[in-house]
Each structure stands twice: as C-alpha cells, then as structure tokens.
C-alpha cells in the first residue's frame, strides 16, 4: 500500500467539502474562505496508541476521539467548527482494515458537527497516533477565554463530571466507558454561551486543575461546593462504596465539559440557552477575590486534592 | 518536568505575536484575525526521529525542517505565511536540552519567515516528532494550484535539484548537507510567482513523481529537457563519476523547490521577479497534450525512473 493508497483509505468516509471550503484535501494545501465579520479559532491536539488510547477503543473510537477532544476546544472558546486538518501516523505493517475504521470514526465525528477535513497527511511512525488540527469562527465579541471571570460570577459546568475517568477502569459501566471512549464535544452549547460567559474552558484536566487555569487567567480566586458537582447515575453506582466518591469528578480528566464563569444577571439567560440546546448546565460555585481553588466537600471539610490534575506526560 | 514546563521550554524561543494573533498560546485556542479579501491557505505535515531525521540533524535542524516543510507548501500555493500550530511528541526521558534546541530551530525558522507560533501541544509517544499545521494567506486570484497547466505553458524551477537527496550520504559535502537538514522554503517567490503561474507544487517527492501530479491534476502531459536541470556545482562535483548523474535530481525528493507552469507570455515576467528576490528560475521544459512525463535525457535517449519518486511509507 503507498502513501497515496493510504491516504485515500483514510479520508474517504470524511466530509471534504463544506462552509469556506475553495479547495480541499489533494493539493498541496487546503485553501479557504474565511467566514466575513467573524475572527478564527484555532487549536491542535494529538492522540497517540498506549497514550491516549489502549486496545479497548475500537478504531472508530480513536477516530472519533482524536477529532471531538479539539472540537471540545473551540466549543470551549464559543466557536462553531469549520475545519479540520489531520496527519496520521502509522507503525509498518498496521491492518489497513484497522486505519479505515479510524478514518471512519474521524468522519463520523466531522459529520455530526458539520466539519470539513481540508488537510491531511501520514506518516511512518513506531506509534499509531492522529494529530488534528480543528479551526472555527465566532464574532469577535463572542469569543470566550479563560481571562475575564471577575468576583461574583457564578461558575456553571455542563453535563456531568468524572465520567470518562471512571471509564477507564476495567469492567466500568457501559455509560462511563462510552464517555472515556466517545467524548461528545459541547459544540452547539459553547457557541451559545460565547456571548454569555465572561471566561471559560473546557474541562479535560480535572476539574480543579482546569479551574486554576481559568482563575490565573482571571487573576482571581474560586470557590466549589463539590455538594452541587453534577453527576451521573452510573457515576454514583460506580462511586458508592468509595472513601472518595468525588475525587474523579473533582480530579479526572477527560470530561470535555464546559466550565464557564457568568455575570450573575446573565446566569438565566445561560441556562436558558442550555436547556434550549438540551444539556444540563449547573451552578457549582463561584469567583471570588484572591487566587486558589476552594473545594468544600459535602461534610463541609474542604477538599485536599491527591493530585493536581491529568497531566499528558505523566 | 511537568506538561507545562515543557510547553513552556518549547515554545518560549518562538516570536507568539504577529499579524492578525488576538490571542495566542495559553488558551484552549488561539484567536485569528483572517486578512481582509484574502482566502487562506492552510497544510499539514510531519517530521518524525528515524523516518524524517537521525542523529546527523541538530535538534536545530530538526526543529528548522518541521516548520520549512509547510511552510514550502505555501509557498507553491502562492501565499504569504501567518500562524503555525505545533505538535510535539516526545519519548519518556528526552534530554530538555535537547527539546529546547528544538524550539529554538522552530523559532528561527518561524523569525526568518514572519510566522507567529499561535497553537502548541505536546504529548508522550516512542519517537521524537514534530506536526506542524501552517496558515497563510493569498488574494484568491492569485492562488496556484496543481490544476490550471495548460499545454505550451513553459515549466520553470527555482533554485537547483538534487541537492537534499544528495546530502543524505554519509560523508556528503557540507553544502548539501545543509540542504537536507535546513532547506529554505521558497517563500518570496511562490508569493511573487502567484499571479503569473498557471499551475505549480513544490518538488518534496523528486521532479518526476511532483511533475506528474501537476500533469494528472491539469489533465495534461510534460516534457522535461535533463540537460537544462538546474545543478548546483556541489552536485556535479558529487555525481560526476555516476553513471546516472542526474537521478538525484530528477528523482531525489525534499528539493523544496518550486516548480511552476506559466504562459509563455508571462515566462519574462516571472524570471523578472524571481531575479528581484534573488532566486534562479529555470526553464526545464513545457506542458503538452495528452498525459504522463516524458525526460529527455543530453544523450537524446528516453529517461526511465529507477523508481517513481520518494514514498513516505517505504
């Protein structure tokens, strides 16, 4: 198989056209319109084998995963993805049937959220892994950075928290696996709070390590009643028994949930926008003068993280 | 050392600001200003240890290349560069040293040609790479692609050929070594090329394999005259004594060079331009009807490829 077999085997399934796209994949660069009145968003995430993935993750998975996780990003930022570029890597001898599945999980991504693949690339490597670069837009005045929270705004995060961290274990619920496994970015959510929050991330580190982010950024301080974390029922289940049901959801990583600070007169208006879109978005505290993360646990004690958060060279 | 002191070691050599950056690296995302009536044009590539690099590169070099590469295939698009987003990919117990020389071969590069470093990420894995995603703009019209050669336009090349190739042998002269490690993306003249070419690439997987994808994308043939190839006095000094001297540089990949199709009535102008920013510009042969490249070699006789070109899966 050569390169440009390979190539054609791992974009076919994806959505090459779409909004601004002028010229797309089999150039030597993509060319495109940018969105008129409107400024860009842009990040860049990788997905590497024995990483970021194991064997548990079907093809499709990793695909898809590599693709959301930078979605995440720009939702995070109050964009609506437009583009996407993607250099695969590739160790000698891998299944051809198996880098199709990827391919076919990146597209499914990119379809279900309207993107357009517009760059790709492959190479040899001792590790299968997928780079993607993801590019959006939003108005200037709607974009969302972790600077800008100010003491009052309250602090809301969408769906539910430490999931996917409890989708690592062996034997986890199908529920908690599926969140570690096919993370579903807050596109239509983060474009809709983008001219709502007045800071805001995307929470892929752990709640509280993610927080800090956002409270250095803002040069201030953060407070959490971990009594208010919003979480699943299979997250209860699988949490019941333990001496510290709330570390995953205070520390793991990988939720790609949004974390958004808000003026309190436009806290309504955000969870209208969210009921609106159907994810839940629930208040769990607040921005308050100084600097540092405070987590109050339910007994009132306050929380002593056993780690700082995820970090990806760990 | 942690994620962000790494990051941090990285990038900090690297120029963060620069036309149309908003926000830049330490967000979930960089924020853009997109050029007024300007398309963009965008591409993605991959320098990975063992495959793109060994140890005769400097971790100068290697940082250097990653970002040359794409910027090369701007270049060819008839664009000015702007951003770059960079992928690291490190293995356990890389020397920082090492990994800064990296950043600072990245950063020079990025300085010598306007690019302002907006995304970063860095990430495990078992070999040493470098993704490289590159954003710059054109006037839509002035835009080359494959497509748009037409038979009786003149092909031009810049620079000379066969250089990178040479200079992956072991003992190979300084000059074309330095070809190899540290090649010079052609990026005044593929934008002072773009309104005058009817078509181009840049030669990364040799002349013929590069010239043959211009010919299938343009539904047209070529035909090339070796004896005009452009050669530097290095590559004559090393082939003299070959019996196919001229192999490197018709089949030899990373030239990094541009090879372009232009009308004959534009060829005067586009020499004229090339001489402004001090590049030669090569008439080598023409576009003609039908399909497929045909290489006269001095001899009068018919070149037939050893092989197809450079493959990035062999």
């Given at each position: ?79 609506r993805p437009l583009w996407a570029l993607c250099a695969l890597a590739t160790p000698r001898g891998e299944d051809p049937r198996r880098l199709a599945g990827v391919g076919r999980g990146l597209a499914a991504c990119a379809r279900a959220f309207g993107?357009?693949?517009v760059g790709g690339n492959v190479t040899r490597a001792s590790d299968l892994s997928l780079t993607v670069t993801a590019v959006g837009a939003a108005r200037a005045g709607a974009v969302v950075g972790r600077a800008g929270a100010r003491p009052g ?162």
């Amino acid at each position: 198989m050569t390169e440009f077999d390979l190539i054609d085997l791992f974009t076919r399934a994806a959505p090459r056209r779409g909004e601004g796209v002028l010229l797309g994949i089999g150039d030597d660069a993509a060319v495109l319109a940018p969105p008129r009145g409107e400024v860009l968003v842009a990040t860049v995430d990788a997905v590497v084998e024995g990483v970021h993935f194991d064997a548990r993750f079907t093809p499709e998975d990793v695909g898809w995963k590599a693709l959301a996780v930078n979605l995440s990003d720009l939702a995070a930022m109050g964009a609506r993805p437009l583009w996407a570029l993607c250099a695969l890597a590739t160790p000698r001898g891998e299944d051809p049937r198996r880098l199709a599945g990827v391919g076919r999980g990146l597209a499914a991504c990119a379809r279900a959220f309207g993107v357009a693949l517009v760059g790709g690339n492959v190479t040899r490597a001792s590790d299968l892994s997928l780079t993607v670069t993801a590019v959006g837009a939003a108005r200037a005045g709607a974009v969302v950075g972790r600077a800008g929270a100010r003491p009052g705004d309250l602090l809301l995060v969408s769906g539910t928290l430490g999931d996917a961290a409890l989708g690592l274990a062996r034997g986890a619920a199908p529920a908690l696996a599926r969140r570690q496994r096919r993370p579903a970015p807050r596109v239509a959510l983060g474009a809709a709070l983008g001219p709502l929050a007045s800071a805001g991330l995307d929470v892929s580190d752990g709640l509280v390590q993610d927080l800090g982010h956002l409270c250095r950024a803002s040069g201030a301080g953060a407070i959490v009643r971990a009594a208010d974390l919003p979480l699943s029922a299979a997250y209860r289940r699988a949490t019941a028994r333990r001496r510290e049901p709330l570390e995953a959801a205070l520390a793991g990583g990988e939720d790609y949930e949004l974390l958004v600070a808000v003026r309190p007169r436009r806290v309504g208006a955000a969870r209208e926008v969210a009921a609106k879109v159907g994810v839940a978005l629930t208040p769990i505290g607040e921005i308050v003068a100084g600097s540092g993360v405070r987590v109050f646990l339910p007994s009132g004690a306050e929380y002593r993280p056993r780690r700082a958060g995820h970090d990806h060279l760990r």
